[in-house]
């Protein structure tokens, strides 16, 4: 199965995303100053991460294509 960016998968089955995305990732591209921000520990669906640059909060949630969404708190 080819990866995203994230290394998360995009083709096949839905549920296989949604298994995929909810694995521990350890980074993200910050939505707003588009910065990369490794996380050593990794972060999950559901958690609160903080943009190592600009500062803002985002909640880690999955997109029904089984992405991960960062919502800024």
């Avoid at 839905?14 to 921000?37: I, L, M, Q, T």
């Amino acid at each position: 199965m080819p990866l995203d960016k994230l290394g998360q998968g995009f083709e096949g089955d839905e549920s296989d995303n949604k298994e995929a995305a909810s694995a521990r990732s350890k980074e993200f591209d910050c939505p707003s100053c588009n910065a990369n921000n490794p996380y050593s520990e990794g972060f999950t669906v559901g958690d609160e991460i903080r943009c190592f640059y600009c500062g803002l909060e985002f909640r880690v949630e999955v997109r029904d294509d089984g992405r991960l969404r960062f919502r800024e708190v």
